[in-house]
C-alpha cells in the first residue's frame, strides 16, 4: 500500500482504498510542491527514488504505524519526476475506528516517509539555478556509491 508513482496522484482513488464499516475516522496528508525554498524562489522540482527500496521501507513503515496506532487501513503514494508548482508530491490517507489514531499515524507516517525512505529532491530555482535537497540519506547512499567511513 505504499507505492512510488510517476502519474498524478489521486487522493480520492487512495480515499477509497482505506474505506472501512469499521472506521469511524479519517486522515490525510497533501503534500504539494511550493514555489520558495528558504527565501528563494523555486519554479518547479524532480523528485528521484530509489524505488525497490522506497517502497520496501515505506511499507515497512505503514505496518508499523497500523501496529502503534490500532488503526485499520492506511495508504501512501509519492511521486517522482518532473512536478511543476501546486502538483501533488506525496499523499497519505488513514482510516481508523477513532480520530485521534487516525491524526496520529497520519503525522507519524509522513514524518518517517521524510526522513527514512530513499527519496531525494532538486529544486529547480527562479534564477535558473538548481540544487538537491535535503540529502538525509547520503550517510546510506555513501555505501552503494562506494564511499567508506572507518571508526
Known amino acids: 500500500m505504499f507505492a512510488i508513482v510517476t502519474d498524478p496522484i489521486d ?5 477509497e482504498l482505506v474505506l472501512d464499516p469499521a472506521a469511524g475516522g479519517f486522515c490525510s496528508f497533501e503534500g504539494w510542491v511550493r514555489n520558495h ?4 524562489a523555486v519554479h518547479a522540482l524532480e523528485y528521484e527514488a ?3 527500496l522506497a517502497e520496501k521501507e515505506g511499507t515497512r513503515i505503514l505496518e508499523e ?3 502503534r496506532f490500532g488503526i485499520h487501513h492506511a495508504v501512501c503514494q509519492h511521486r517522482v ?7 501533488l508530491a506525496v499523499v497519505v490517507c488513514v482510516s481508523s475506528s477513532h480520530r ?3 491524526f496520529d ?3 507519524y507516517i509522513i514524518d518517517e516517509v521524510k526522513f527514512r525512505v530513499p527519496i531525494w529532491k532538486k529544486e529547480h530555482f527562479a534564477d535558473g539555478t538548481s540544487g538537491w535537497v535535503r540529502c538525509d540519506h547520503c550517510h546510506e547512499a555513501g555505501h552503494r556509491h562506494g564511499h567508506h567511513h572507518h571508526g
Not at 487522493?11 to 480515499?15: D, E, K, N, S, V
Not at 525554498?37 to 528563494?40: C, D, I, K, L, V
Not at 519526476?81 to 502538483?87: K, S
Open 37 to 40: 525554498h528558504q527565501g528563494r
Open 50 to 52: 530509489y524505488r525497490s
Open 11 to 15: 487522493p480520492g482513488a487512495l480515499r
Open 105 to 107: 499515524a497520519c503525522r
Open 65 to 67: 504505524a497500523k501496529e
Open 81 to 87: 519526476g518532473a512536478l511543476g508548482i501546486g502538483e
Open 100 to 102: 485521534d489514531a487516525a
